[in-house]
């Protein structure tokens, strides 16, 4: 991974200096998943933030109506998702799954941990970007709901 392309990638990502990208991403690792693939099941106990460099995911949310599903987001190149369980070890609140081949970055809640000791500037400021992130997608659902009614 380059940092400059991921940081042409993530714009939240540009209030670092590219040294300070380069450590950031010695904790993260690449990965890629095929179309199709699914990243995370809802419920699922993994501890993990996804970065899209490329790709497209499907965040799917089960209904109470047996096997069917609630489509709740689709996300694609620039996008964090799953940013929710890098601090707290809850359960999947949903599914996520490629709809394209998609390129990741991915960061452990363990790793996302050593980064706050070792880089806490860093660390900082993605936790602010995480808080940035949540905030908007909290609003915009509750827009949705509001359209609903």
């Given at each position: ?21 380069d450590h ?79 390129d990741l ?29 949540t905030s ?14």
């Amino acid at each position: 991974m380059h940092a400059q392309s991921v940081r042409e990638t993530f714009r939240f990502l540009n209030k670092l200096t590219v040294s300070e990208l380069d450590h950031f991403l010695s904790f993260c690792e690449h990965r890629q998943v095929p179309q199709g693939t699914a990243l995370w099941h809802e419920g699922d106990a993994d501890c993990y933030a996804a970065f899209i460099l490329r790709g497209k995911l499907v965040l799917k949310k089960k209904t109470e109506f047996g096997s069917r599903q609630l489509i709740v987001g689709v996300h694609a190149q620039g996008s964090l998702v799953g940013e929710n369980n890098l601090l707290a070890p809850d359960p999947r609140p949903v599914s996520a799954e490629a709809i394209e081949t998609t390129d990741l970055i991915i960061l452990q809640q363990t790793r996302f941990e050593a980064l706050l000791v070792q880089a806490p500037q860093i660390g900082m400021q993605l936790l602010k970007q995480i808080s940035i992130s949540t905030s908007m997608r909290l609003t915009q659902s509750y827009d949705r709901l509001a359209a609903i009614f």
